[in-house]
């Protein structure tokens, strides 16, 4: 049992001594967990988000980095940081057996005169017992024009010639106007209301780069995706006359928000051609207000359509859909309408004219059987009509004239774009959608594309 007790002591000590050792052949091998770290695009003078790989020691015995160099040195716009200790040089790194040193990466680029995103690309070295091994990085540079805490006093107008950054909220003021003109990037961070108390026009065209998109500043994988990246806009009830054509509107908590009736005799917001996607909660709420709607896709957003407390809406060729993802949960109805909302928990009535023509409402994989949902209370004029379309029901329909509706035949969209997973609402070959529609006098889609003279499909796309 003794001569046990010494062999295991002597063994205990021998591994030991084995760690502290330094190893120092050339044939050690290290892992290193990449080979390239790529940025997507970072605006100028913003800085990016910090990426980390990790460099283990895969030997029993101690190794020493004898450097971590950056090989832009301190000229670059790519900085590193090791175990807590910055860059561009770190020496002399010991490393334990089976244990890992951490090497985390960002980068701020200085802005200059291009208008196009422009590569970056730098490279990290590695070396050990003569060994060396590369790091290689690169990003994508943009300038951009920073609004921080902007207020819009006077008519101005925005191009395209850079993208908008806009940092903290930013005002339209009454009796003024601001013009976007097409092609316009808008990248909000996630404290950015936009907020109009006077008019808002937005021109794009139809062509993809030609259309004018709002959506958050985070553009790297996976945040550019998710919703609720900024807080959307908002149209107060002093606001007036905004229209909006060819324009996106991306992962906003709230994507558009109008409040109370228009004065001028006139829409408060018109809609033409215009797409609302992956709200977190609201694509389009309204709230005892007014507007008009031609080509409107809003889909998977928490609600995607809200009309409460009465007011005045037309819709037509609208595609008002949601499909539960790892996102959003398809939970709430696509369509929620009300002539009243609760103030200090009563119910504030107003009149209601809400009126769908040609529209398609659908979900799929959540836990909603009625598509379009109408409230009603008290008895002040209340007229919601759905004519011509297809929507998700179970009877009965409570508070809704109904016209020519097909119930619960699934309108077959294309649902993905080839190669990727961006979803993809135009109709399939053999939809029930299609020359289904009532003659409107829409002459083009949400494409811009023409629809035929005689009977249009259903929603916002017409099948080509």
Known sequence: MLRFFILLISSLVLYS???????TSKDAPIYIGVDTIHFDTVFTTAGSITQAFRIKNEN????RI???RLAGGNTGVFRINVNGEPGPLVQSLDIDGGDSAHVFVNLQIPSNS????????????IQWNGQEKWIQLDAYGQNARYIRNGVISSPTTWDNALPYVI???LVVEENTSLQITKGSRIFLHADAS???KGSLQITGDTAKADRVVFTGDRL???YSGFPASWPGIIFTAASANS?????????AYQAIVVEGPETSGNYKLELDQVQIDNAYDAGLLAINSSVFANNLLISNCGKNLQLAGGGKYTFQHCTIVALSNNLVAHKDPVAMISNAVMVNGQPVQAALQAIFRNCIFWGEGGTVDNEVVALKEGNLPYEVVVAAGIWKMSQPVQHILAEDMLTNENPQFELFEPATTTYNFRLKEGSPAIDKGRNLGVNIDLDGKNRPVGLPDFGAYEKQ
């Open 243 to 251: 229209r909006i054509q060819y324009a996106n509107f991306n992962n």
């Open 194 to 196: 936009f907020l109009v």
């Open 60 to 63: 029993r015995q101690r190794i």
């Open 220 to 222: 790297d994988a996976p």
């Open 114 to 125: 291009s208008t196009l995103p422009f590569l970056v690309r730098d490279s990290i070295s």
């Open 17 to 23: 001594c084995t760690k502290d050792n330094l190893l």
């Open 167 to 169: 940092l903290g909220p």
């Open 66 to 68: 004898s450097a971590i």
